[in-house]
């Protein structure tokens, strides 16, 4: 029986691996435009449906009639070697999409939150929600549309009560090679993490 | 008895899932999944038009969230019937690193740097 087509990357089997890293963000910050800079295939679009009070029921019942919701989402990869390949995900901008965004996250090497300095009020959730309810290491990267910096990064430090722990970049993310660097500061900011010697108990 | 209308693109993820609305591992978007070089055209033929998609999409090694995307199916359907297909080992799932594994982390700088 022939083997299906000229298959014969046989080294397909097992020692692949994966990465995610998280692009989250306010609505029209850009996620979508860095994920499609970088991938190398178009950005996919998964669909997961949610009900409007997922948190509370337990039980579906047919006889409730529950308001579902479809929460698409954008994600696109990058193949880093010959055995790893980094999935990048766009978040959904909604702020009611919380618990998919703890399923987002669950598991990634980091996240990319991006800010537009002339609509910044469109990140803060996305801010506070790695501040306060997330637990991967975290940067947050001005988009400057148009290859324009708008504000000293320092005031955007500021204007985000952006604790100092958190790296914050600036780059022109319709640029791949921009893509890049900014994934490259996640990867460095988690790497920092791993190799801080933190004494357990401390906070 | 009155039989059950037949799956319909249109029934609830919880009719396709046979009432579980939760599976006990939950795989991540990003956990990639194949058939592991081996397919079997008559067991594909037995399954439900679901799971048959998955199982012909995972000949070629991807993440549970391509998998979604190509077969059109959401997310959380998706994870409960590759756990299925796992279980009955027609699945498997790929090496999972730990996301904070300090190779891991190198070999994506590595990666990364190439692109700037």
Redo the contacts between chains.
Sequence with gaps: MPA?SDSRD?H?????????IVIAGGFGVGKTTAVEA?SEIPA??????MTAAAAQIDR?DPGIDKV?T?VAMD?G?????DS????L?GTPGQPRFWPMWD??V????GALVLVDTNHLENSFAAVNYFENDAD?PWIVCVNLFHGIQTHELSEVREALTLPPHVPLIAADIRE??NV??A??AV??H??E???AVVPSGVG | MARRPGLHWKVRPYMTARGRTSSRSPLLMHTLVSTGNRYDPVLAASMTPASRSLYEQARRMCSVAELSAACNLPLGLTRLLINDLLKIGQLVVHDARPSQDLALLERLRAGLLRLT
Excluded at chain 1, 12 to 20: E, H, I, P, R
Excluded at chain 1, 84 to 87: F, G, N, T
Excluded at chain 1, 106 to 109: F, I, L
Aim: aromatic share 8%; proline share 2%; no cysteine.
């Design positions: 299906s046989s397909l089997t097992g020692q692949m691996t994966s990465a995610k970088i996919i679009r998964t669909e997961s449906w579906l579902t479809t994600f990869r990058v193949t880093i070697d790893l390949v980094l999935y995900f399923d987002l669950r598991g990634a090497v991967v791949p090679r890049a660097h994934l490259l990867v460095n988690a790497t993490r791993v190799t």
